[in-house]
């Protein structure tokens, strides 16, 4: 007896591995930005929003890439 893909679950992660690829390229931005202003507030407010955008697509990926792999297997 075979186990088959569950398109269900193969779906889920598909949609978390693509809402982290904008992440990705959003949060450097944000941090080279936040560079770009170290003489006003928003040096903090955009390192700030740079950080937790890196890490939610870090988490998002190993989501994704978890999710991806029971449906696989």
Known sequence: MTKHTDQRIL??????LAIA???LFLS???LSLAF???ENYMFYVGLSI?????????WLIF????????AIF
């Not at 779906?11 to 978390?16: D, E, L, R």
């Not at 989501?63 to 029971?70: A, R």
């Open 11 to 16: 779906v889920k992660g598909i949609k978390c």
């Open 21 to 23: 690829l904008p992440l």
């Open 28 to 30: 450097p931005y944000f």
């Open 36 to 38: 770009l202003n170290k």
């Open 50 to 58: 740079g950080i937790v955008l890196g890490a939610l697509a870090i």
């Open 63 to 70: 989501k994704g890439l978890k999710t991806f792999m029971q």
